[in-house]
């Protein structure tokens, strides 16, 4: 009899991280869940999970607080019996010139964004070895792993150094059949870009080539995609979700006000 197939979702209280989960639990997954400040959010969660016929398990999880906040992903894959895929969703950043950032403040988004991830695959990917059957990693990075942004230098740096440690995970992980990905993107309607449950559609963004913000359900599909069996020979890869942003090169920006960039 085949093993139910499990994930964990960090940050899965709102935003990407609450329609991935949501996404995967369509997928048949059982679905364990973190949070770090809204409790009552991950219920929602774990509610949306459970009414698909589902498990859901919830976790709290700080990731300022490391080394130790990292076994809360032990803590779930004990509680759901086997872990099968992780996905490093939860993040923070800033909006400060460089000059004026603080080493706590760096620090913080280092460790959240960066450090963290970097532990709980640690963890992950011990237990998928140990199962003996391979698993899925998926790092949810950001357009700016790729194209920088002013005010941003520490969650430029910290995205940046995930997209890159996904590609070592990637080739040192194969050989225990364990693929690594990233999803990379752009602005979405979340609590982060304080758009959360928006109609994408009605918000224009000049600045983008499909002239909208993106869907946190649009980002879930991608990452279930890598998740899923259609992604088997898919690793070491960076997934903009982004609307066509990043081509957009050094005029890049959901800030632009005008479609002039359209005509040469």
């Known amino acids: ?51 698909l016929g589902r498990r859901a398990e919830i976790e709290h999880m700080d990731l300022s607080l490391l080394p130790e906040a990292a076994a809360a992903i032990d803590a779930l894959g004990d509680r759901l019996g086997r872990l099968d895929a992780l996905v490093n969703n939860a993040g923070t950043g800033t909006s400060t010139p460089f000059l004026d950032l603080h080493h706590e403040a760096v620090r913080t988004v280092i460790d959240i964004d960066l450090i963290g991830p970097f532990l709980c695959s640690q963890r992950a990917a011990r237990r998928m070895i140990a199962q003996g059957d391979g698993g899925r990693i998926v790092n949810v990075t950001s ?59 009605e918000h224009r963004r000049p600045g983008v080539p499909l002239g909208r913000p993106g869907d946190a359900r649009e980002v879930a599909a991608v990452v279930a995609f890598l998740v899923g069996p259609d992604g088997s020979y898919v690793t070491g890869a960076s997934w903009p979700v982004d609307g066509g942003m990043l081509r957009m090169g050094p005029q890049a920006g959901s800030h632009l006000e005008s479609d002039s960039w359209r005509r040469p």
């Open 1 to 51: 009899m085949d093993q139910q197939r499990t994930a964990v979702v960090t940050g899965a209280d709102s935003g990407i991280g609450r329609a991935t989960a949501v996404r995967l639990a369509e997928m048949g997954m059982d679905v364990g869940i973190t949070w770090n400040s809204d409790q009552e959010g991950a219920e929602e969660t774990a509610g949306e999970v459970r009414a």
């Open 143 to 201: 357009v700016h792993e790729h194209q920088p942004r002013v005010g941003a230098a520490p969650y430029c740096a910290a995205k940046g150094g995930l997209g890159l440690l996904t590609q070592v995970m990637a080739l040192e992980l194969a050989e225990h059949g364990i693929n690594v990905n990233a999803v990379a993107p752009g602005e979405i309607a979340t609590p982060m870009t304080g758009n959360e449950g928006a109609d994408v559609t």
